[in-house]
Nanobody
Framework: QVQLVESGGGLVQAGGSLRLSCAAS????????MAWFRQAPGKEREFLGG????????GYAGSVKGRFTISRDNTKNTVYLQMNSLKPEDTAVYYC???????????????WGQGTQVTVSS
C-alpha cells in the first residue's frame, strides 16, 4: 500500500503561483511513478503532469504545459507541482497519484491522495 498526503493548496489571485507537495509513505518512493490530477465541480478528473520513478521523464497536459512543472525529491519521498500564471479556471481539487506503469493515464495510478483545494480568484 501507498499513502499519499497533499499539501500547499489555498486561495490565490489570478496570475499568482502555488507549489503543491505530496508526501508518500508505505513503499519505496523511488520505485513509483507519480502524477498530479485535478477535478473541478461537475467535471471529470483531469491529468496535469506525470513523472517517472527517477525523474528522468515527464509528461504534461496541453492545458498546463509551460505553466505547471512536476518534480520529485526521492530523498524526501515527495513530489511537487509548481503552478505559475494561475487562472480562475485552474480552480479545482488537486490530487497526487502513484503507480508503477506509465505516467499519463489515469488507469496507471491505483494509489491516490485525498486532494487539496486550489482556488484562483479573478
Amino acid at each position: 500500500q501507498v499513502q499519499l498526503v497533499e499539501s500547499g493548496g489555498g486561495l490565490v489571485q489570478a496570475g499568482g503561483s502555488l507549489r503543491l507537495s505530496c508526501a508518500a509513505s508505505g513503499r519505496t518512493f523511488s520505485t513509483l511513478n507519480m502524477a498530479w490530477f485535478r477535478q473541478a465541480p461537475g467535471k471529470e478528473r483531469e491529468f496535469l503532469g506525470g513523472i517517472n520513478w527517477s525523474g528522468g521523464s515527464t509528461g504534461y497536459a496541453g492545458s498546463v504545459k509551460g505553466r505547471f512543472t512536476i518534480s520529485r525529491d526521492n530523498t524526501k519521498n515527495t513530489v511537487y507541482l509548481q503552478m505559475n500564471s494561475l487562472k480562475p479556471e485552474d480552480t479545482a481539487v488537486y490530487y497526487c497519484a502513484a503507480g508503477n506503469s506509465g505516467i499519463t493515464s489515469i488507469s496507471s495510478f491505483p494509489y491516490w491522495g485525498q486532494g487539496t483545494q486550489v482556488t484562483v480568484s479573478s
